[in-house]
């Protein structure tokens, strides 16, 4: 949003959806229900966006159950946006009005020239960023995210989907497959890297294939046998029964790269540490609640390094979307009308999807 540029009504256009019906977290829990409000001007830089589809993501079970502190309710989440542009502002080139795009986690940053974050592709961490919901704008006014029929944002945290990618299978890729995908390409994952996934669902199957198209040898570890033949499927070249000591035991000191995407026990991380090769790094991706706890002797030991990672910003997300276009990468979804939204949550929330919504 042009925040400064909002003040000036000859740099607005009139919106086509001026009060947007949604639906909301009103309160603690599971439940969301119908809702409205009036969205922000449509400043200059500013796309309007009629919603076709939005995905449920971990994040927006967390932000409604309030298990992260810090929700202000009433709470439209959803930051998994799949529709067409309807309205653009008058500086907006790179959109026309009919176009497919998609929106993220995020819907500004300054991308200002003395901005760090910014100047190192890192704007989800620009101290004047505002994501998709449950963020403020510096007016105060409250960002509402996807589970509605529009959605107004900055042009530049809108992005071209690819016509080769079916809008259904797009949404995913805007957290999911973005979440997974940012790390790897931080940190240089590159062909013949053994690279192991931790938990194999929402996140999980899509950082397999990402790993395998970049030629990783991929290996899965996952507590439950009945997912080995579709973790091979999509791209893993050898699967681990984590409840299998014989065959965890083969694979310690084996691997190069270790993406946690579940909400691993705090105590699991020694024995996390306990697969990867000297100077190899474990990147955790999930936010379980409580402290990790782990023994500083297997870090030093065994020269292992941990970090963890946010989301993609707009460079990262263009090339996530690329990147799947072109070895074709796609989640494995369930499909839900809006109306039975409470239903598709209670489903996620009991561990149920298989493996995005």
């Known amino acids: 949003m042009d925040f400064f540029l909002l003040q000036t009504h000859s740099n607005m256009v009139e919106g086509k ?3 947007i019906h949604g639906w909301a977290a009103m309160k603690p829990g599971i439940k969301v229900e119908p809702w409205s409000y009036t969205p922000r001007p449509i400043g200059e830089n500013d796309v309007e ?11 927006d079970l967390h932000t409604i159950k309030q298990e992260w502190s810090g929700t202000t ?10 529709g067409k542009i309807i309205t653009k502002g008058a500086k907006v080139t790179e959109f026309n009005e009919g176009d497919l795009v998609g929106v993220g986690a995020q819907v500004f940053a300054c991308h200002r020239s003395d901005c760090k974050p910014c100047n190192n592709n ?3 961490h620009c101290p004047r960023g505002v994501f998709t919901y449950n963020s403020k704008y510096p007016d105060g006014e409250q960002a509402q995210g996807g589970y509605a029929e529009a959605v107004r944002v900055d042009s530049k945290y809108t992005f071209h989907i690819p ?3 079916d809008p259904l299978y797009a949404a995913p890729l805007m957290c999911a497959g973005t979440t997974v995908f940012a790390p790897m390409l931080r940190k240089g994952v590159k062909k013949g890297d053994r690279v192991g996934i931790v938990g194999i669902g929402g996140l999980g199957h899509l950082a397999i294939q990402y790993a395998h198209a970049l030629g990783a040898e991929v290996v899965a570890f996952s507590h439950s046998p009945n997912k080995r033949q579709e973790c091979l499927d999509l791209g893993a070249s050898k699967f681990v029964l984590t409840s299998d000591k014989e065959d965890v035991d083969a694979h310690r000191h084996t691997l190069d790269f270790l993406f946690i995407t579940s909400n691993s026990k705090s105590n699991q991380y020694n024995e996390f540490i306990s697969w990867m090769d000297f100077e190899g790094i474990v990147v955790l991706l999930a936010l379980p609640e409580g402290h990790m706890t782990f023994s500083p002797f297997e870090f030093v030991l065994n020269e292992v390094g941990i970090t963890g990672s ?5 460079n990262i997300i263009k090339k996530t979307l690329e990147f799947a276009s072109k070895h074709n990468i ?9 109306d039975d939204v409470n239903n598709a949550l209670q489903h996620m929330d009991d561990g149920k999807a298989r493996y995005r919504i």
């Open 122 to 124: 890192l704007d989800p």
């Open 163 to 165: 016509s080769s990618i």
């Open 49 to 59: 966006i009629k919603i076709e589809y939005s995905g449920i993501c971990g994040s």
């Open 330 to 338: 796609r989640p494995i979804i369930e499909k839900y009308p809006i």
């Open 310 to 314: 946010l989301i993609g910003g707009v």
């Open 17 to 19: 959806i001026n009060k």
């Open 73 to 82: 309710y009433p709470a439209i989440v959803g930051h998994e946006i799949i």
